[in-house]
């Protein structure tokens, strides 16, 4: 049985930082890329990060490029989302997600719960 399970997730202020940890079943990430993906109120769920199985090859999102370091550690069954500079439009409920490739929302096939992350001051 897959599960991911979020947490990390808070308040804090405009440019402060978080860190997001996914906890992944034993060897979902041998076999997945794993994504964070996040939905803010009246929003649909948008593609934040994702880390490739095989090779490590990470991708973001403009908004978060140069600001948020998606990283796991394999031996932990671990993938974390540190998010530095925080800005209100990241206000949002985070949630890790494994699919057979990093992409849309529609191609992951197992999520977590979420978290939710409010920056405001």
């Known amino acids: 049985q897959v599960t991911l399970v979020e947490s990390g997730g808070g308040w804090v202020q405009p440019g402060g930082s978080l860190r997001l940890s996914c906890a992944a079943s034993?060897?979902?990430?041998?076999?997945?890329?794993i994504g964070w993906f996040r939905q803010a109120p009246g929003k649909e769920r948008e593609g934040v990060s994702c880390i490739t199985n095989i090779d490590g090859i990470t991708y973001y999102t403009h908004s978060v490029k140069g600001r948020f370091t998606i990283f796991r550690d394999n031996g932990k069954n671990m993938v974390y989302l540190q998010m530095n500079n925080l800005r209100l439009e990241d206000t949002a409920v985070y949630y890790c997600?494994?699919?057979?490739?990093?992409?849309?929302?529609?191609?992951?096939?197992?999520w977590g719960n979420g978290t939710l992350v409010t920056v405001s001051s």
């Open positions: 997600a494994a699919g057979p490739y990093c992409s849309g929302p529609s191609t992951m096939v197992y």
């Open positions: 034993e060897f979902i990430l041998d076999y997945y890329p």
